[in-house]
Each structure stands twice: as C-alpha cells, then as structure tokens.
C-alpha cells in the first residue's frame, strides 16, 4: 500500500478494502448519535458517519499530526472535530458521552499494555448503553497486511475485550466487524 500522490495518510487507508454499506448498514447508527472513529487515518468513514448523521456529531480521532491537519481543513463547518491525541494514553472526551467507538485496523496496532489503556479510556468515555466496533484483517494467510503474530481473531478480541460481543460479519474480502456493547 504505498502513498498515493494526493499524499496524506490515503496510502494507509482501508477504503478500497471494505464494503462501506454492509459497515454502515450493521452500526445501525440513530440520528442524534456521538461517534467517535480513533485512529481515523484520512477520515474517510468519519466523513460517512458524518453523511448519514447530520443532526449527530462526530469525532475524527488519530495520533498524526499530518492527518489531522489535513482533516481540519476538510471538515470545517461540517459536525466532524477532528482530534489529535492517542487514545491509549487517554482523550479530553467528556466522560460517558460516546454512542459508538468505531476503530478499523487499529487494535492490532496496540501492544498488551495498550490494549489495557484503550480499554480504560473506552470504558470512561462510552456511554452505558453505547457500543465498540472493531474492522480487523482476518487471522490467515492474506496478500496484504500485518505479520500473522500481529493479528487478532474474533475469539482473541473477545478475550481482550471487556464488554458483551454483539455481532460478527465479513466486511471485505480479508476483514472482519465485530461489536462489542456497554452493559
Ligand atoms: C492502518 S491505519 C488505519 C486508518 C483508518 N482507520 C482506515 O481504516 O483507513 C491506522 C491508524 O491508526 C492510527 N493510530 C495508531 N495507534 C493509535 C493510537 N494509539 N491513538 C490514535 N491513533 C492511532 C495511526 O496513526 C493510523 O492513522
């Protein structure tokens, strides 16, 4: 995946991946809701969030610099804050204030320490009822993608992480959603 001429983060992103409708269509997002997407990249789902929920707000969350600048001119005026701050070492989000925390290809990122700090800050910023959905490339042997050791199966991610899993669904040829909700 290299860097594309426009620059930007686009040579990180998963767009061409995923299957956006089938993504969007099992987040069941309401109108109104708050949507955090961390580690955001170019932003591109942020901005979908953003498409189909006009009256929500939604927050573009990533640890680069270079992607938040460009995402700040991109959005203005739009409900998208783009935010930059790394979500394992915690996040100036109001406390319980979050309908739903979206991450793709990110949690395989976080080492065991983080996996433990990102799950502090989700569970000070989700609301009771709110839920995390989670994109991850599947556990097998794929053209792309991180080293094996690297990556996490659905029953590994339900292990790791604290909450009721909701729902499992293929989202891309090589990639996994499962949902996770606040109890
Ligand atoms: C593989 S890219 C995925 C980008 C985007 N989510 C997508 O699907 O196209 C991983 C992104 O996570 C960000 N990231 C990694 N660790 C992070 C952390 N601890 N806090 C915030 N962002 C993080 C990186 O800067 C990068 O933009």
Known sequence: MKNSHKGHHKGNSTEIL?????????????????????????????????????????????????AIKHLKKETEGTNISPILADITTGTELEESSIDLIYLSTVFHIFSSQKIDDFGKEVERILKPNGRLAMVEIEKRETPIGPPMNMRVSPGEMEKLIKMKPASLVKVGEYFYMQIFENE
Do not use: R
Not at 44 to 60: D, L, P, R, T, V
């Open 18 to 66: 995923l299957n956006k409708e089938i993504i969007l269509s099992e987040l069941n997002i309401l109108p109104g809701e708050t949507i955090l997407d961390v580690g955001c990249g170019d932003g591109y789902m942020a901005k979908e969030f953003s498409k189909i929920n006009k009256s929500g707000k939604i927050y573009a969350l990533d640890q680069s610099k270079e």
